[in-house]
């Protein structure tokens, strides 16, 4: 399908210049941020760096203190519209679910502008969705974890609320059923057709959930894009780091390139003479053993690891020029040399990035 152009997709959420403190502690500050009709926007970085705030202002459990907040153009800030006035659907980490009430109750709970007949159908259409319809007669203490969160999300969504706030909601479930929940509520988030802003500190949900993705640090946004644009394109090592724990060398600009122990690279946004901080992913490194008598002076293996679909390896790099370095490169699948065995390295371009030395300080 083609997307429609830019100004006929509506935007369910508008944030203009959001700041918020806790007493003299600012939380957030300056953040621009809008999420359209039928997108999904992760709110992605590390512990405090002020993603719960931003979601506890757009569903109204925080007072505004600057900026402007809209869903489907109405503004909440000024006069505070309540929490419950402002047809946003809530799932958090710890959405309790009625312990009194069976799951169809549960589910509608929230619809009671319906028609008596038409909120059992509609509670049954988003259980039937969640694959809970089975234990629509069942009490919460009755169900696994994964499945009262299956019902807690059904809850929220069945008042087709126009915006999702969820938050954190998969990270109490195990990996294997977090992997199906997350891929059952990006599904009925697309077919429902709403929009919705997600929180996780995990850049891999972010990049599976997301159709773009805001990674903040600090109270700001440090890049918005899809996830190919942060994993591709990274404005700065910050966003390198975080996604991945990288190589990081280090190395004067000559001739528009940088050397290094693997090859040199190309630095052309930096001016000749500057200190430049190249970062390696670890599949950036195409390692292959040699057979051939290696050089006096060669690249070898320091240390191997099976980690499952991949191998990780530990190398000790030697340049021509005869410096050294110690490098991660992972492998796919079973590649587990001996110690010390004689290797070629050659270096993927696109998972390098080279930025100048002095640039922002990785966190996290
Ligand atoms: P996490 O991933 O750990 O939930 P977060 O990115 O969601 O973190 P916030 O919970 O928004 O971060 O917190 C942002 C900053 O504001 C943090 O420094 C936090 O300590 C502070 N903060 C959050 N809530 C309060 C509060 N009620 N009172 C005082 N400070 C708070």
């Not at 203190?65 to 958090?92: K, M, T």
């Not at 126009?162 to 992997?179: I, N, Q």
């Not at 191997?304 to 191998?311: E, F, M, P, Q, V």
Request: aromatic share 4%; proline share 7%; glycine share 10%.
């Amino acid at each position: 399908a083609v997307a429609p152009p830019e100004s006929e997709v509506s935007t369910v959420l508008t944030m203009q210049d959001i700041h918020h403190a806790y007493g003299h502690h600012t939380a957030v500050a300056g953040i621009d941020l809008t999420v359209r009709e039928g997108e999904v926007v992760c709110l992605l970085g590390p512990s405090g760096c002020g993603k719960t705030t931003l979601l506890r202002i757009v569903a109204g459990l925080e007072v505004l203190q600057r900026g402007h907040v809209a869903v489907n153009g109405w503004a909440l800030g000024r006069p505070h519209v309540p929490p419950e006035r402002r047809n946003v659907g809530l799932a958090f980490q710890e959405s309790a679910l009625f312990p009194h009430l069976n799951v169809l109750e549960n589910v509608t709970f929230g619809l009671e502008t319906l028609p008596a007949r038409r909120r059992r159908e509609r509670a049954m259409e988003l259980l039937a969705l969640l694959g809970m319809e089975r234990h629509a007669g069942s009490y919460p203490h009755t169900l696994s974890g994964g499945q009262q969160q299956r019902v807690a999300l059904a809850r929220a969504l069945a008042p087709a609320p126009g915006l999702m706030l969820l938050d954190e909601p998969f990270s109490s479930l195990d990996a294997r059923l977090r992997d199906r929940i997350r891929d059952d509520t990006l599904h009925v988030l697309k077919k429902l057709g709403a929009g919705a802003l997600l929180v996780t500190h995990d850049p891999e949900e972010a990049m599976f959930m997301a159709d773009r993705i805001a990674l903040m640090r600090d109270g700001h946004i440090v890049q918005m894009g899809t996830p190919r644009e942060l994993y591709c394109e990274p404005a700065d090592p910050f966003v390198v780091n975080f996604f991945d724990t990288v190589n990081e060398l280090f190395g004067e600009v000559r001739g528009g390139r940088v050397a290094t122990p693997v090859g040199d690279v190309a630095a052309p946004e930096l001016a000749e003479g500057e200190q430049a901080r190249v970062m390696i992913r670890p599949e950036a490194l195409r390692v292959e053993a040699l057979t051939t008598p290696p050089a006096p002076t060669h690249s070898h293996v320091v240390m191997a690891k099976l980690l499952g679909r991949t191998s990780l390896l530990h190398i000790c790099a030697h340049g021509v020029d005869g410096h050294e370095a110690h490098l991660h490169a992972r492998v796919p699948g079973v590649f587990l040399p001996e110690e010390g065995q004689p290797v070629s390295i050659r270096l993927d371009p696109s998972q390098v990035f080279v930025f100048a030395a002095g640039a922002s300080p990785a966190h996290g």
